[in-house]
């Protein structure tokens, strides 16, 4: 046991307690966001003239060489100090003596950590939204290749109309598109500093906020000190957003499963990106589609869980609020490890568009344009939509489509129909006649895949540099 506050005690903690309370196992994660933090806070404290020029200097130098050698492997993070922040002042203490006993003047674990995590965050926040521009860019080149691919679209998961597959891979990039857009609300709303919040109140010392929130690369301070070290908000936004990508990204993974299957057999996965039976030796299993729609449940739970966490605490700082930790490295790692599989499972996968054409053939996808049909020729649409409809029903009790029976059979239902029907049905005309925007049409479909190719063009994925870590 190793810890920061033993004046005011008489006993050591209760082993049991100790365990508890320890965090370290876990904010060990956070070393760099704290010794980066400690850094601004005691450049600031020497440009002050709180602490002299020589005392912030060496302490400056010396929180540089345990970060160096964390990173380097040569200094380990002893698990017998109670957290990350401990562990950092106690080596410096270690090092420099009566000089690194200053580092936290004017300081409180709870602006710390507070920072710590924000930064963190905030990091993590910027990767995201790399791994979600690399998807899109993926999704992209999917939607180019295939503005001719005919499908079947689903509703209630009944054959409804023919799309292409570039159409429908444009709406999972507008879901990530839209993903994107949340991060860097996310970063907009987040990127102010809580350090110089102190315990809750702030500080007597005449501390300048604007320069260590400058120099960690924030807009500026936050600007009440009890909301600084209590706000878990953008932790919440966050996960709010990533539970999102996961429910998208498992929307995507269900279809993936389900056209992989071999009653459908729209897609051959690549063999590095599926699994095999230890059974049966035909299989090829779309596992990490599966594993990623599993995972989404922990990913919901760490949102849930915290808010649960925030919900009853008072101003200010709680200790509950550690439990903002743990839930939340994980839903991280298994977001950004499930977008970084999910795109290279997307841009091997191969695409059966031979069969995803004969499916749309079958199962009566051009009913509609052929209700449309009759409506260009001067039937009223719900005549048209009963026309239609026994149509559909004659052709199921002989197990044909529409354009398979004769212009015979199809007088006998409307003499309306001439010989033009059979273009109007045909599958082409049925995608390429919907021209709307938005819809699959392929000049609708190119005019969309311009303005998407802008979108990624322009917009830079979030970048967070900041004097202190450039050294
Ligand atoms: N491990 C703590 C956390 O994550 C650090 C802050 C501790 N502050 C305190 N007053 N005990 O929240």
Known sequence: MAQLWGGRFTKEPDQLVWNFNASISYDQKLYRQDIEGSMAHVKMLGRQGILTEDESGQILEQLGIILKQIEDGTLEISQTYEDIHSFVEATLIERLGDTGKKLHTGRSRNDQVALDMRMYVRMEVAQTDGLLKTLLETILSVMKEHTDTVMPGFTHLQKAQPVTLAHHMGAYFE??????????????????????????????????????????????????????????????????????????????????????????????????????????????????????????????????????????????????????????FDAIDTVKGCLALFNGMLATIKFRTDQMRESAAQGFTNATDAADYLVNHGVPFRDAHSIVGELVLYCLERNVSIEELTLEELKKISPVFEEDIYEAVSMETCVNKRLTTGAPGKKAMEHVIGIEEEYLAASDVIMVHYPVSAG
């Open 175 to 328: 879901m990530f598109k839209r993903d994107r857009l949340r991060m860097r609300g996310i970063y907009d709303r987040m990127n102010y500093c809580p350090l110089g919040s102190g315990a809750l109140a702030g500080t007597t010392y005449p501390l300048d906020r604007e320069f260590t929130a400058r120099e960690l690369g924030f807009f500026g301070p936050a600007l009440n000190s009890m909301d600084g070290v209590s706000d878990r908000d953008y932790i919440l936004e966050f996960l709010s957003a990533l539970s999102t990508v996961m429910m998208h990204l498992s929307r995507l993974g269900e279809e993936i499963i389900i056209w992989n299957s071999n009653e459908y057999q729209f897609v051959e996965l690549d063999d590095a990106y599926s699994t095999g039976s230890s059974i049966m030796p035909q299989k090829k299993n779309p596992d990490i589609a599966e594993l990623v729609r599993g995972k989404t449940g922990r990913v919901y739970g760490a949102l849930i869980s915290l808010l649960t966490t925030m919900k009853g605490l008072p101003l200010a700082y709680n200790k509950d609020m550690q439990e903002d930790k743990e839930l939340t």
